[in-house]
């Protein structure tokens, strides 16, 4: 009997009814598609902060580095045209990356030789361009203007005036149209220029000389990123063709090419 009480007791015992919590079913995770009307959403909230925000600032620096990314960049493919990715083209072990890229395997339109570039063909010539009146004017110190136009001259030259815009922050207006300036000459002159000499510099004409393809990347495509103010004219402007054909046309002939120097 005693033991009948016994096992009924343990028997209710264990029906009682558990305190303890319920473990939670677990939540079905949340869609990640957009939910409608969730634009309408963002008007009472906006999605950005407001204008002049600093989450919306960008250094000066940063821009500086894009841009000089983006010029290089358009140098490494204007040389490179014809071998993208090297044309698949397993690299060679003694290949460095002092060169341009994947160039000088098997792209006809890369530039790997030598710059073009002009100089006088003796120390007389050298001194008809630079030992005359029109040099000593427009290289005058405190000059705004300097011009040397239909001069002769050459990048021996060009490297003398380069000279003369470091530190001037006088010059406004620089015109070397109607010369002998070739590829290394330009080369030498963007880099002066981007490197901040003639930082008042408004105005570079040079049209009408003998710089390629090269030296025109250099102008529209490199020092257009760091002189933005600076206007460049690297072609010969309409009037200037326009002038020419009415000569041509009231004189009764025809236009002749100029010889070469």
């Known amino acids: 009997m005693v033991l009948v009480e016994e096992l009924t007791e ?26 409608k009307g969730f634009l309408d959403k963002a008007k009472e909230k906006p999605l950005y902060g407001p204008e002049g925000s600093p989450e919306g600032v960008v250094s000066p620096d940063t821009h500086k580095a894009h841009a000089e990314h983006k010029m290089n960049d358009d140098l490494n493919k204007g040389m490179n045209r014809g071998a993208t990715d090297n044309n698949g083209v397993e690299r060679p072990d003694w290949y460095t990356k002092e060169w341009p890229k994947d160039c000088q395997y098997n792209s ?6 030598e710059m073009d570039t002009s100089g006088h063909a003796s120390a007389i010539h050298k001194d008809m361009v630079r030992g005359g009146i029109r040099w000593a004017e427009a290289t005058a110190p405190g000059a705004a203007t300097i011009r040397l136009t239909f001069m002769g001259l050459t990048d021996e030259d060009l490297a003398e005036v380069v000279q003369l815009l470091k530190g001037n922050d006088v010059v406004k207006e620089l015109d070397l149209s109607h010369n002998h300036i070739k590829d290394t000459g330009v080369q030498n002159l963007v880099a002066a220029l981007a490197g901040g000499a003639a930082p008042n510099l408004r105005e570079l004409r040079l049209y009408s000389n003998e710089f390629g393809e090269l030296g025109k990347m250099m102008l529209t495509q490199g020092l257009t990123v760091f002189r933005k103010k600076l206007e460049i004219v690297w072609e010969e402007p309409s009037w200037a063709r326009l002038a020419k054909a009415k000569t041509v046309e009231a004189s009764g002939g025809t236009a002749m090419a100029p010889a070469a120097a």
């Open 108 to 113: 006809p339109g890369c530039t790997l030789h």
């Open 10 to 35: 343990e028997v209710e015992e264990a029906t009682e009814p558990s305190t303890e919590p319920m473990a939670k079913e677990p939540k079905e995770p949340k869609s990640e598609t957009l939910e």
